[in-house]
T-cell receptor
Framework: AQSVTQLDSQVPVFEEAPVELRCNYSSSVSVYLFWYVQYPNQGLQLLLK??????LVESINGFEAEFNKSQTSFHLRKPSVHISDTAEYFCAVSGGAGGTSYGKLTFGQGTILTVHP | NAGVMQNPRHLVRRRGQEARLRCSPMKGHSHVYWYRQLPEEGLKFMVYLQKENIIDESGMPKERFSAEFPKEGPSILRIQQVVRGDSAAYFC???????????FGPGTRLTVT
């Protein structure tokens, strides 16, 4: 079975400050990792993903995440946040090829990022 | 290319009624997933379907809930005899064959009164 833990339920920061949203997972098989963002009353948007290759992945709006297999982590970072980054962020894991969890996503509880002016 | 479509966006039902939620995947996507987001909880997987097949329904409640993805038309999540505990946001996601990326619809917010 897979599980995802997002260590912080809420993260308040000031505009232009750096931020890190933490995510740890557990799985007995290789995994694929994702970060999704959800704005109020909207669906989830894929922010970035790790499938294979470079352990550092980046999004087009300045977020990055690093897959750390030894620590089973996939923390999300941004060096300078904007007011518009205020949203809820979900870390998710999917089973790798051949795994029994292929297909479905297992989500963490979510982290609400609030950026203050 | 239109995104994943879900309708209705908001649905109000009285206890004991039936709720039907529809999901049209993105063009070219043959895999559909349903997730439920309860208040104060994260998203929970419910069911994974391909055209005319249920691949994984391990997250579906044993009673009152069913899902289908027919050869033609949208995927349907059906909840019979709704109860207040069914009030939640229901999200549909789709993916193309052999892809791990899922694209989500805007959700249907079900309120049971």
């Amino acid at each position: 079975a897979q599980s995802v833990t997002q260590l912080d339920s809420q993260v308040p920061v000031f505009e232009e400050a750096p931020v890190e949203l933490r995510c740890n997972y557990s799985s007995s098989v290789s995994v694929y990792l994702f970060w999704y963002v959800q704005y109020p009353n909207q669906g989830l948007q894929l922010l970035l993903k790790y499938l294979s290759g470079s352990t550092l992945v980046e999004s087009i709006n300045g977020f990055e995440a690093e897959f750390n297999k030894s620590q089973t982590s996939f923390h999300l970072r941004k060096p300078s946040v904007h007011i518009s980054d205020t949203a809820e962020y979900f870390c998710a894991v999917s089973g790798g090829a051949g795994g029994t969890s292929y297909g479905k996503l297992t989500f963490g509880q979510g982290t609400i990022l609030t950026v203050h002016p | 290319n239109a995104g994943v479509m879900q309708n209705p966006r908001h649905l109000v039902r009285r206890r004991g009624q039936e709720a039907r939620l529809r999901c049209s995947p993105m063009k070219g996507h043959s895999h559909v997933y349903w997730y439920r987001q309860l208040p104060e909880e994260g998203l929970k997987f419910m069911v994974y379907l391909q055209k005319e097949n249920i691949i994984d329904e391990s997250g579906m409640p044993k009673e009152r809930f069913s899902a289908e993805f027919p050869k033609e038309g949208p995927s349907i999540l059906r909840i019979q005899q709704v109860v207040r505990g069914d009030s939640a946001a229901y999200f549909c996601a789709s993916s193309p064959p052999t892809s791990y990326e899922q694209y989500f619809g805007p959700g249907t917010r079900l309120t049971v009164t």
